[in-house]
């Protein structure tokens, strides 16, 4: 049975009109990761499209695949001028796998992984009319306008495959190949064309009347594909070429290749060079300039060192001239490296015949005193808490010989010491 989407009834002296809906554009990802947009892939290219709502579970879908396969082999296979889709409103791609592999269906689907559900709703929610549920073929002549919906008859039968080719005929389609070798045209986008230290590229193939597609990537991952948007990624600084094949249904071929189309800059390196309370940014030669730099602990400085540093820990981002940005942590312990001197509250001992400090104070204790352990560089090698007036801090024996710095901060106050293991 038969049914024109949407009849529109309009009484004015008791003319009556009927026109035909127009289709709604979608752009879905099928089971194979290859996407396809309605209107821009099919339509404006001169396509008849027909609609295979399904779901894998129905019974009356899998009676009607085994027709639709030889159905669509008869009007081309893809290689015509008519597309078949299945769309699916609640299978995942590994159960619509599974059912294309059990009634060999060629042709595109897409479930709920690929947007096949939001492409097949305006046809079974009302949107456009009445819906006669699943399985329902969908006929879309290349103008746009929904030619019919072929549903609600009961079982599938070769009946209902001669009502969709009589369908497909009244849109003017042959089956024959569309010719296109005059306008074969192979072109692309890209979401980023620049990036910092490496890049994941998802290419739009924007060629016209190309059928088939063939890319080249040196330097990326994959480094060739033959999806239509495929997804590329380079893990490294450098210039990268890119080259798309287009190839059309008469077997025409035109190419696109755009050298240096990517550039993946490194980003900036550079090394933080403390000296007691100032810490000075230097930068490495192949740094693009001009350079700008951000201090966390000083929103307002932007020079490329900072002074009257406490003892703690800081973070400076540098950002390059190309945008890139590198962020680097490092710790001040020499600026009060001496400073137990005059507080006679306070004192740091070293037993020099063994790996143990012992602290003691003379301070309220809080639930943040707590005592650290740096190495020269002013990496951070030992933290505990600091939980006694006097207490013995025993250092790990794998530690190696040099000078290591203690930093206790007892009641909000800092103090270090400078020892040395020998």
Request: charged share 15%; proline share 4%; glycine share 8%.
């Amino acid at each position: 049975m038969k049914h024109i989407l949407l009849s529109l009834i309009l009484c004015l002296g008791c003319l009556t009109s009927t026109y035909a809906q127009q289709a709604p554009d979608f752009t879905i990802t099928d089971t194979h990761g290859d996407t396809h947009t309605l209107y821009a892939d099919y339509l404006n290219q001169g396509y008849t499209v027909v609609l295979d709502l399904f779901f894998v579970n129905c019974g009356y879908c899998n009676a009607l695949a085994s027709y639709l396969e030889p159905t669509y082999q008869q009007w081309g296979g893809g290689n015509g001028d008519v597309q078949f889709f299945s769309l699916s409103p609640s299978d995942a791609n590994a159960a619509i796998i599974n059912f294309e592999d059990q009634h060999g269906l060629t042709f595109p689907a897409a479930g709920i992984d690929g947007d096949g559900d939001l492409a097949q709703m305006p046809y079974t929610n009302g949107e456009l009319g009445e819906s006669y549920g699943y399985p329902t073929l969908v006929v879309i002549a290349p103008d746009g306008s929904i030619q019919a919906a072929i549903g609600g008859g009961g079982v599938p039968n070769q009946s209902t495959i001669d009502e969709l080719n009589e369908e497909i005929t009244n849109t003017g389609a042959t089956g024959e190949p569309i010719n296109s070798s005059s306008a074969i045209a192979a072109s692309f986008t890209s979401d980023i064309i620049t990036a910092c230290g490496s890049a994941t590229v998802t290419f739009n193939n924007t060629s016209d009347n190309g059928n088939a597609f063939t890319w080249s990537f040196p330097g990326g991952t994959p480094a060739t594909s033959t999806n239509i948007n495929p997804t590329v990624v380079y893990d490294s600084a450098g210039t990268y070429d890119v080259t798309l094949v287009a190839t059309n249904i008469n077997g025409d071929d035109d190419m696109e290749e755009i050298a240096d189309y990517l550039v993946v800059y490194d980003n900036p390196t550079f090394t933080v060079d403390v000296s007691g309370s100032t810490a000075e940014i230097v930068l490495d030669a192949n740094v693009a300039t001009p350079v700008a730099f951000e201090w966390a602990h000083d929103s307002s400085l932007t020079t490329a060192s900072a002074d009257n540093l406490v003892n703690g820990t800081y973070e400076v981002m540098v950002t390059d001239a190309n945008g890139c940005v590198s962020i680097e942590v490092f710790s001040v312990l020499a600026a009060s490296i001496d400073n137990l001197n005059n507080v006679p509250e306070m004192s740091i001992l070293q037993n020099i015949n063994s790996r143990q400090v012992t602290i003691q104070h003379l301070f309220p204790l809080t639930s943040n005193d707590v005592v650290s352990i740096y190495d020269y560089s002013g990496r951070l090698v030992q933290t505990m808490p600091l939980t006694a007036s006097t207490q013995t801090v025993d250092l790990k024996a794998d530690y190696a010989m040099g000078i290591y710095i203690v930093h206790v901060v007892v009641n909000n106050i800092r103090y270090s010491k400078k020892i040395m293991l020998k």
